[in-house]
C-alpha cells in the first residue's frame, strides 16, 4: 500500500504489538501528509523558477557532534536503525541518513529518513521508546509501507517494490503541470 490505510498498511503492521496498531496507523498517515507537503512545496517552487531545495522538517532535526556515536542516548533500536543506513547508504556516497524527532499525536516520535542521490529512500518511524511503528520505502512523496526485513532488504539491491514501479509516473514530478 502506497501512502495509507488498506491491506497491505495493515499487513505491514506485523510484529507490531495490537495496542500501538492504531497509533502506528495515524503515524504513517501523517508522515504521508509531511512528505506530500514537503515534495508539494519543492515542485511549486520549481515550477516558479525559485530554488526547489527545503530542509525536510528542519527544526525537528537531530544533529549531534560525533554522530557516530549515541551522543543524545537515542534508543537502541533507533540509533541501530541509524548505524544500519550510515553504513548502507552514507559510507557507500549513496545518499543521506538523518534522524528527526517530532510530535505527532501527541506523542514524540523518531522519524530515520534515508534518501539517495536520486528520488528514492527509506522511512522508518519509532515511538519514544524505539518501538517500530513503521517501515516503508520511499519515491519523493508516495511510501509504500512494509515489514522491517523487507525494506532494508532493498538496501543492498536499491530496487524499487512492486508497489512502486511505476512511481516515476505516480509522483508529481512525473506528472504534467496543470496550467
Given at each position: 500500500m502506497v501512502s495509507g490505510f488498506g491491506s497491505s498498511a495493515?499487513?505491514?503492521?506485523r510484529g507490531?504489538?495490537?495496542?500501538?496498531?492504531?497509533?502506528?496507523?495515524?503515524?504513517?498517515?501523517?508522515?504521508?501528509r509531511i512528505l506530500l507537503e514537503h515534495v508539494s512545496d519543492a515542485y511549486r517552487r520549481h515550477l516558479s523558477g525559485q530554488d526547489a531545495s527545503r530542509p525536510f522538517l528542519n527544526g525537528d532535526r537531530l544533529q549531534w557532534e560525533r554522530w557516530r556515536e549515541n551522543q543524545l542516548h537515542l534508543p537502541r533500536s533507533v540509533f541501530d536503525s541509524y548505524t544500519f543506513y550510515l553504513a548502507a547508504i552514507h559510507d557507500r556516497d549513496l545518499g543521506s541518513v538523518r534522524v528527526y524527532?517530532?510530535?505527532?499525536?501527541?506523542?514524540?516520535?523518531?522519524?530515520?529518513?534515508?534518501?539517495?542521490?536520486?528520488?528514492?529512500?527509506?522511512?522508518?518511524?519509532?515511538?519514544?521508546?524505539?518501538?517500530?511503528?513503521?517501515?516503508?520505502?520511499?519515491?519523493?512523496?508516495?511510501?509504500?509501507?512494509?515489514?522491517?526485513?523487507?525494506?532494508?532488504?532493498?538496501?543492498?539491491?536499491?530496487?524499487?517494490?512492486?508497489?512502486?514501479?511505476?512511481?516515476?509516473?505516480?509522483?508529481?514530478?512525473?506528472?504534467?503541470?496543470?496550467d
Open positions: 495493515l499487513w505491514s503492521l507490531i504489538p495490537s495496542a500501538h496498531a492504531r497509533h502506528a496507523l495515524e503515524v504513517r498517515e501523517e508522515f504521508g524527532r517530532k510530535r505527532c499525536h501527541g506523542r514524540p516520535v523518531y522519524a530515520l529518513q534515508v534518501t539517495t542521490d536520486g528520488d528514492s529512500g527509506w522511512l522508518e518511524l519509532y515511538d519514544e521508546n524505539g518501538l517500530l511503528l513503521g517501515a516503508g520505502r520511499t519515491y519523493l512523496e508516495l511510501i509504500a509501507w512494509d515489514r522491517l526485513d523487507a525494506v532494508r532488504g532493498q538496501v543492498q539491491s536499491m530496487e524499487l517494490p512492486p508497489a512502486l514501479r511505476d512511481a516515476p509516473s505516480r509522483t508529481l514530478w512525473g506528472k504534467r503541470p496543470r
